[in-house]
């Protein structure tokens, strides 16, 4: 079994930065494809970034690219996004995900096994 714990969250002022850690425990994630995603009020949850198991292939969705950064520390089992140039659409409960069946990025939120609590973003305006 492996549990996601997210962090880092809070309150931020738009144009502000922000750093997500999800650390796993229960086991090793170093072969897995690790995504990110986040949910705001009233709305679905939304694919913001992906990388891969052991090569570090990445992929953001459109709306984060070049803001957002997603990355991993397989020594520390623990996956980052950094995020920048917030802006109040930004606002949302951000979650980490794990994939446990492939090493490849994936998009798809139904492939993802593992998921944390998540974490409160508020961007200020």
């Known amino acids: 079994q492996v549990q996601l714990v997210e962090s880092g969250g809070g309150l931020v002022q738009a144009g502000g930065s922000l750093r997500l850690s999800c650390a796993a425990s229960g086991r090793s994630l170093s072969g897995y494809a690790m995504g990110w995603f986040r949910q705001a009020p009233g709305k679905e949850r939304e694919f913001l970034a992906a990388?891969?198991?052991?090569?570090?292939?990445?992929y953001y969705a459109d709306s984060v690219k070049g803001r957002f950064t997603i990355s991993r520390d397989n020594a520390k089992n623990t996956v980052y996004l950094e995020m920048s140039s917030l802006k109040p659409e930004d606002t949302a409960v951000y979650y980490c995900?794990?994939?446990?069946?492939?090493?490849?990025?994936?998009?798809?939120?139904?492939?993802?096994?593992?998921w944390g609590q998540g974490t409160q973003v508020t961007v200020s305006s």
């Open positions: 990388i891969s198991g052991i090569g570090g292939g990445t």
């Open positions: 995900a794990a994939d446990a069946s492939r090493d490849e990025i994936e998009i798809r939120e139904a492939e993802y096994a593992y």
